[in-house]
């Protein structure tokens, strides 16, 4: 693999690597990657998708090529300008009257981590719910002029200098539409988790409607009557005689009306909905709504009006001969924020609810106990085409692209993630496996007895899981990655299963039931011997646990897309239209790869023992279940009943201890 990345490099060509564990990967493209920096004096950017990710480059595979070639690799991290606190706005946070306990708790949880943070990035920081809005006001924005202490600056700096910018496939792509690129200066680049590129664009290209969302910022607006920004600065414009009455009158007439005409709108799409009334939650494509167009396009305008209200306030605040005090410069900044997310709100409104833009898919997501409040509105692209076309637009063919990943091929599709990346047909695709001995300690067993899920009740298959992981993770004392495919399985699986007392001296860790994020969660299994984690899709990939800390994953379902999930749902749409077999250009393809990468927790190095257990008996009864099986390394796959497959693993635990 150094080989192949070495010749890209000096070569300047287009390559795809797929490694899976056991080859040292990293390892594989740092070194040729700094040899080429040093000796070509030529930057080399690293893009990965996770932080995870980034976090293990710099704090142990840098650590270990330096020692290698005895010399100290100019390395930089390099993220977007919002993921950087702005220390000018955090303030004037505090020079200004907090209206909320979020405001309160948020601004104190930042003070105390300034004094510990070095990169500044607000992504160190966890908050929930009002916090991460309060956190938004305090990112670097690129109207915030350059401070005694940026630290966005700095990162910019130390990229400039440095050999080796490691970034994310976030700002990657954002860079492509960059007024000034901030990666024309590097002449290389290594994407790692290259697979999770295309998701990254669909994220980045994705359009939200979140009415709490909306009500929080335009609850901040107010008027001269509410204690508000609107009434501060109403009242420094009037005391300096920076703006005129009519004006500021006019601006609080458009934002009354605006306010007026965005609730009507939202219960007037509420209104419209069909609604199951039997169904809590409920997810409803905006094509099958017959929206109230008139008061959607009356909101948009009252919004454009009251914006172009605040812009003159703002023009005029600053026209004066008085120069700003520091309390006014501080509220006049508020209110250009405040500005710049109804830019951003305005233009959400068009895409959503007026344009039609054949090129996306758009859906409502509520929960009906509690409407408004709980909707939101998503628009995702159907493909991503453009943006990938767009990442190394007139560069290809004049800079090295290796593109790597754990996962870039599936079976009877070798080229099914090339071609979603953009990559031409005559790019080589190499594929390197870990020897045979390096999954001797893996084993695949088949649950062959469990019930068929489309043939019984909901609760039937449910309690059947539940009994086959009790079971299971009895054997292996725990240890246990428990893998859905359906939120609602794992909560009513969880339920089931604390409704006995076989598990009761084990840890169970739930995903959307036990609080934390998911690295919370992974930590606090990893803490308790005796633990069971309970995931859904993020937990297919990109968590790393390994030892004897991880002895079993068990597959519940293999992991097809629901067919009603509503990005997937457009695309096979698509294919249909196209006379293409959306089942197997898109459903099978994407199963596979979620498969492999759930085996790929499992197995982290050549010490690790564990077992694969997959309870759908579709990978035995189908004809495509040859090909989730085929994507694995060569292990020892064995169907059994459940109980001659405990009967197996009591065997084996005992052995291997």
Not at 31 to 52: C, D, E, F, M
Not at 256 to 270: D, K, N, P, S
Not at 353 to 371: A, G, H, K, P
Not at 372 to 384: A, F, N, T
Request: aromatic share 8%.
């Amino acid at each position: 693999m150094m080989d192949i990345v070495w010749e890209a490099l000096h070569e300047r060509q287009e390559c795809v690597i797929e490694a899976s564990t056991g080859i040292g990967k990293s390892l594989a493209y740092l070194l040729p990657a700094i040899l080429y920096a040093k000796r070509t004096k030529q930057k080399v950017g690293i893009s990965t998708y996770t932080a995870y990710l980034q976090e293990q480059l710099l704090q142990e595979e840098l650590p270990k090529i330096e020692r290698v070639l005895r010399t100290n690799v100019h390395v930089a991290l390099l993220k977007g300008m919002q993921h950087y606190v702005d220390l000018d706005r955090v303030t004037q946070m505090l020079r200004t009257e907090l209206q909320s306990y979020d405001e309160t708790s948020t601004l104190l949880q930042v003070l105390v981590w300034l004094t510990k943070t070095e990169t500044g990035d607000l992504s160190e920081i966890t908050v929930t719910g009002g916090g991460q809005l309060v956190l938004d006001r305090l990112r670097k924005s690129p109207a915030a002029p350059v401070a005694s202490v940026d630290y966005y600056e700095r990162a910019l700096t130390r990229s400039r200098d440095a050999e080796v910018i490691i970034t994310n496939h976030a700002m990657l792509l954002a860079d492509a539409t960059r007024k000034t690129p901030i990666y024309e200066q590097v002449q290389a680049w290594i994407i790692d988790e290259g697979h999770q590129m295309v998701q990254t664009a669909v994220q980045q290209d994705e359009r939200l409607f979140h009415y709490t969302n909306w009500k929080y910022i335009l609850g901040q607006i107010g008027t001269s009557e509410e204690h508000q920004l609107f009434r501060k600065l109403y009242k420094h414009a009037l005391r300096a005689q920076r703006v005129p009455m009519q004006v500021l009158l006019q601006a609080e007439k458009r934002y009354v009306r605006m306010m007026r005409l965005f609730e009507e709108a939202v219960q007037a799409i509420v209104h419209a909905l069909s609604l199951v009334e039997d169904d809590v939650k409920q997810t409803v494509f905006l094509r099958d709504v017959e929206l109230p167009m008139h008061i959607i396009v009356e909101t948009r305008d009252a919004i454009v009006r009251w914006l172009e209200s605040a812009k003159e306030i703002s023009e005029l605040f600053v026209s004066g001969t008085k120069s700003l005090s520091l309390e006014e410069l501080y509220v006049l900044h508020d209110w250009q924020f405040i500005v710049r997310e109804m830019v951003i709100k305005v233009a959400e409104w068009e895409n959503l609810f007026i344009r039609q833009d054949v090129n996306y898919t758009t859906w409502l997501e509520l929960d009906v106990r509690s409407l408004p409040g709980s909707l939101h509105v998503l628009q995702k692209p159907i493909d991503v085409e453009q943006s990938m076309r767009a990442l190394f637009r007139n560069r290809r063919g004049n800079m090295s692209i290796i593109w790597t990943s754990g996962t870039m091929t599936v079976p009877h599709n070798e080229r099914y993630i090339a071609n979603q990346l953009g990559v031409a047909a005559n790019v080589p695709i190499h594929s390197f496996t870990a020897p045979a001995s390096y999954y001797s300690g893996a084993k695949m067993m088949i649950v062959s007895d469990m019930p068929d899920v489309q043939e019984v009740p909901h609760m039937q298959y449910v309690a059947a899981v539940a009994e086959a992981v009790m079971q299971t993770v009895v054997q292996t004392e725990g240890r246990s990655f428990v893998l859905f495919t359906s939120q609602q399985m794992l909560k009513d699986t969880v339920q089931f299963i604390q409704e006995r007392d076989i598990l009761n001296d084990y840890m169970l860790f739930a995903q959307g039931v036990t609080s934390g994020s998911r690295m919370r969660l992974l930590k606090a299994f990893q803490k308790f011997p005796r633990s069971i984690l309970f995931g859904t899709n993020s937990f297919w990939e990109g968590v790393d646990v390994p030892g004897d800390a991880l002895s079993a994953v068990i597959v519940v379902r293999l992991p097809f897309s629901s067919p009603e999930e509503p990005i997937f749902k457009a695309r096979a749409e698509k294919l249909t239209r196209q006379r293409q077999n959306a089942f197997t250009e898109l459903a099978l393809p994407e199963a596979i790869l979620r498969f492999k990468q759930g085996f790929g927790r499992l197995i982290r190095s050549s010490q690790d023992r564990g077992v694969f257990i997959v309870l759908d008996r579709r990978i035995d009864t189908k004809s495509y279940g040859r090909e989730f099986i085929a994507s694995l390394p060569p292990i020892d796959v064995k169907k059994l009943a459940l109980h001659h497959m405990v009967l197996a693993l009591e065997h084996w635990y005992n052995n291997e201890r």
